[in-house]
């Protein structure tokens, strides 16, 4: 049987697991990246935050992205019945990049993995996990290849499997989500779009006129191109239509005024659907490993926060697991997986209130408050781990506020 050994063995070559790569071998760290599929590969999560440029950047893979040719992002745009508000990313609280990029994720993921092997990772394709036994002393994880087994061995795991989950199911960490099953039902048109009022610099999220907790994501990509969602509770969204094209043209045309801007698209590409995605775990870390991106939790796709996560979660558990290799006593819990869970918290209580309609009361309040405008701007921007933004430091209590202001006014 093959054996591959090195200091490190990461699950999956995604933003977490190439971002995690990419800073381990620039300490000199020798990682075994393995990644059960072939690049480019398909992948949902299109619409980036400029709170991820800064972990591109440590990982030295800005400049590739930003020659990339994808379509570069300066905000998010809100339309609901009638109502339009935008938010721009530049005129924020944070200090931090304000722009990014809307990007196919089959291109910008491939764009990470090859900068990862260039700065020296090894990339594993077509090897996908299947086994593992990992303690204090180190990881020992089984992969198949083209039906033969292939040992990986390292002093310390990551997994960045993303919904494939190998981890939380193979050492049985998986815990319910607090959210409920909700479905998405996504493609990529040729969008055709004409109408002037459609800002193809920011992402488009429209509510559905009635049912509040529906909403569509519109991604403008370059090239003409865009990718277009819907999103909501099971039941509502299976009440849609019985295909999923089907589901995603009447949704679309129950929300006139996307419609509209849609009314030239070309539906050139197989509809997809996806639900029950939101997950959690019962531990982030233990001996021998630690969960990266949606291996760990993810809540939802609603404020395009997943990617940003993801690579979050790989710069604090590179810095962790450098010092750990380097025979410091590192406390994983303190030092990755709480500060890891206060922005995800903060995500958490923004995308509870999204769906409750408190937030969305604020979003579509036109407030004369600008300093409370750019505090709300730079969580939608990402910076949901700036402790001196007050809607970061007390998120659940200042929302609370705010919504009642917003009622009164
Ligand atoms: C409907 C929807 C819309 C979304 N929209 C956005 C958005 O606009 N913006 C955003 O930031 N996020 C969005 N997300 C979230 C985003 O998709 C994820 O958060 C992000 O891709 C997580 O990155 P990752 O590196 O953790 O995992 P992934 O990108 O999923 O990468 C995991 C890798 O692990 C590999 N793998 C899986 N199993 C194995 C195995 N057994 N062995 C080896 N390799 C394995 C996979 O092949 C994959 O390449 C959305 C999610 C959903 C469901």
Not at 284 to 303: C, H, I, Q, R, S
Not at 378 to 396: C, H, Q, R, T
Request: proline share 4%; with cysteine.
């Amino acid at each position: 049987m093959k054996e591959v050994v090195s200091d490190v063995v990461v699950i999956g070559a995604g933003p977490a697991g190439a971002v995690a790569s990419a800073l381990l071998v620039q300490r000199g760290w020798t990682v075994s990246v393995v990644e059960r599929q072939e690049f480019p590969r398909f992948s949902i999560g299109e619409s980036l935050l400029p709170q991820c440029m800064e972990f591109l950047a440590a990982a030295n893979m800005l400049d590739a992205v930003q020659d990339a040719g994808f379509q570069f992002k300066n905000g998010a745009a809100f339309e609901w019945d009638g109502a339009r508000t935008a938010f721009d990313f530049s005129d924020k609280f944070s200090p931090g990049p304000g722009t990014t990029f809307q990007v196919q994720r089959a291109d910008f993921d491939k764009v990470l993995a090859d900068e990862a092997e260039k700065q020296g990772a090894k990339i594993y394709y077509r090897h996908g996990i299947r086994e593992a036994e990992i303690d204090a002393s180190g990881a020992r994880l089984v992969a198949e290849c083209d039906g033969e087994e292939v040992v990986f061995r390292g002093r310390f795991a990551l997994d960045a499997s993303g919904f494939g989950r190998v981890l939380p199911r193979l050492l049985d960490l998986d815990r319910p989500s607090p959210f409920p099953a909700r479905e998405s039902v996504f493609t990529h048109v040729q969008d055709n779009i004409d109408d002037a009022d459609l800002d193809r610099d920011k992402i488009l999220i429209t509510v559905h006129p009635r049912l509040r907790d529906i909403w569509y994501w519109l991604i403008p990509f370059s090239g003409g191109r865009a990718s277009l969602g819907v999103v909501g509770d099971r039941e509502k969204i299976a009440a849609l239509g019985k295909e999923p094209q089907q589901i995603l043209r009447n949704a679309v045309e129950a929300a006139p005024e996307l419609a509209k801007t849609l009314r030239n698209a070309e539906f050139d590409t197989p509809v997809q659907r996806i639900s029950g995605y939101a997950s959690d775990v019962s531990a982030l870390t233990g001996p021998g490993f630690a969960l990266l991106g949606n291996a760990g939790e993810f809540l939802d796709p609603v404020f395009s926060s997943g990617v940003t996560i993801a690579m979050k979660s790989a710069v604090l558990a590179a810095d962790c697991l450098d010092r750990d290799l380097c025979g410091e006593k590192v406390d994983w819990h303190s030092e990755f997986a709480k500060p890891l869970k206060h922005g995800v918290d903060v995500f958490k209580t923004y995308v509870t209130a999204w769906y409750d309609g408190r937030f969305q009361d604020v979003i579509f309040y036109q407030t004369e408050q600008k300093e409370i405008k750019r505090m709300i701007c730079s969580i939608l921007a990402g910076y949901a781990w700036d402790k001196k933004n007050p809607f970061v430091a007390a998120a659940e209590r200042r929302l609370n506020t705010l919504v009642e202001i917003c009622a009164a006014g």
